[in-house]
């Protein structure tokens, strides 16, 4: 499948496409036009939300140790777009959570697939959910990790797809771009590298919005360790905004978000999320609103995953892991089985998924290699391995590599994913 990749289209859509020299690892940065840059037919879509709140006092995720909770600020939902072409159906799941790990995803992505659902789910990362991985018990050394609340998170999520099938309608959908807009987003490690990129995708029905598909990288961390109440951070703002003035659900997909993309704000307040979220939703309803698709074709869907095994580095992970405070098994020698995917809305448009959070220059490089005009990338999607951080740049001084599987990591999961590329560019 030959996808277009015209320089004159490639400007004018895809934001900060890294293009590596010959030799070295400098970044060409190309500007973006915000609009509606395309529009696909032929495809169907059902959107749906089912609160995924916890009913009980949790440890909260992200920040520190012993953060209980102790009330709710704003629901945490599981958020669907399920996508129908002929025989082949996708579910595309952001769900407000620091990270759900693939053991605890396996079990759900069978169950759905033997209904011929592919399963996409794509946490957002959000720091003041309940504690799925582990790492933020009462203590060092106590997991944090509660069983009940996984079952009524993944439950959540099944309901979630369920309810968007159900909603299936023939749909036009609507693919444009714009940029982060200043005071949103910075990047603590790299202050000069940040992908302003936002992908989004509206599908309308009879005049009307469904569901609107949004991506791009930043940790939803507005509010900080004094924080106690459950939220879904700046997400819970930007999906209010969305869903306000265009109707329909907003479904969020985070992006390269590692290395650290974190929100500009003043102070860690709650109003900061709205200031961001809401500022972050005017960008893109202004970009939906003002322009109007040049380009029009058939939607055709395809998709392709591999599993790969991740040498696992870290002495931390691996003994937290075998000490049960990571709800997760390592090998001996150490691994981590995990799972790249790539899903093609053909003829435009690729979306990558990776297994946790990629640094910027990393999401830049996945996005060149993903060769379509239209091009998302999603982040700890079946998933939760860390940080994936470039051979180049690693540096265990600091912070993101004591979070990270290993050096390997990065280069091991783009090799998969160019397997996957050549393998549907024969399909």
């Not at 590692?258 to 970009?287: C, K």
């Not at 979306?351 to 910027?360: H, I, V, Y």
């Amino acid at each position: 499948m030959e996808f277009p990749r015209s320089r004159s289209e490639s400007v004018q859509f895809i934001l900060n496409a890294a293009r590596l020299r010959a030799g070295n690892k400098a970044l060409k940065v190309e500007r973006v036009r915000s609009c509606v840059a395309y529009r696909l037919h032929g495809v169907e879509v059902g959107v749906s939300k089912v609160p995924v709140t916890p009913n009980k006092p949790v440890f909260l995720a992200g920040l520190g140790y012993g953060r209980l909770s102790e009330g709710v600020h704003d629901d945490l939902y599981a958020r669907s777009f399920v996508l129908c072409e002929g025989s082949k159906t996708v579910a595309l799941v952001g769900v407000d959570s620091i990270g759900v790990m693939l053991n605890h995803v396996a079990p759900l992505k069978e169950r759905l697939r033997a209904k011929g659902i592919a399963l996409f789910l794509c946490s957002t990362h959000d720091h003041s959910s309940p504690d799925t991985i582990g790492l933020w018990g009462p203590e060092p050394g106590v997991s944090g990790f509660d069983e009940e609340y996984m079952e009524l998170l993944l439950s959540g999520v099944e309901e979630a797809v369920e309810k968007a099938l159900e909603e299936v309608k023939k749909t036009t959908l609507e693919l444009g771009s714009t940029a982060l807009p200043c005071g949103a987003a910075k990047n603590t490690r790299k202050t000069d590298l940040l992908d302003r990129e936002i992908s989004y995708m509206v599908a309308r029905s009879g005049g009307r919005a469904l569901g609107t598909l949004v991506n791009f990288g930043l940790h939803p961390e507005v509010l900080w360790r004094d924080n106690r109440l459950v939220t879904a951070d700046f997400v819970h703002y930007l999906c209010l905004e969305l869903e306000r003035e265009l109707g329909g659900i907003a479904v969020f997909l985070n992006g390269a978000l590692g290395g650290m993309v974190t929100p500009d704000v003043s102070s860690h307040t709650f109003e900061e999320a709205e200031r961001v979220g809401r500022t972050i939703a005017r960008a893109i309803l202004n970009s939906a609103s003002r322009t109007r698709p040049r380009v029009e074709a058939a939607c055709e869907l395809a998709l392709a995953s591999k599993l790969v095994e991740l040498p696992v580095h870290n002495t931390l992970l691996t003994e937290a892991a075998r000490a049960g405070i990571v709800k997760r098994e390592v090998g001996d020698p150490p691994t981590l089985e995990t799972e790249v995917s790539v899903l093609e809305l053909r003829p435009f448009a690729r979306l990558a998924a990776l297994p946790g959070e990629p640094l910027p220059d990393v999401g830049l490089r996945v996005k060149e290699m993903l060769g379509a005009p239209y091009r998302l990338l999603t982040s700890l999607c079946n998933d939760e391995i860390g940080y994936i951080i470039g051979r180049d740049e690693w540096d265990p001084s600091r912070y993101e590599e004591s979070m990270s599987p290993g050096p390997l990591t990065c280069e091991i999961l783009l090799s998969a994913l160019s397997e996957i590329l050549q393998l549907l560019q024969r399909t």
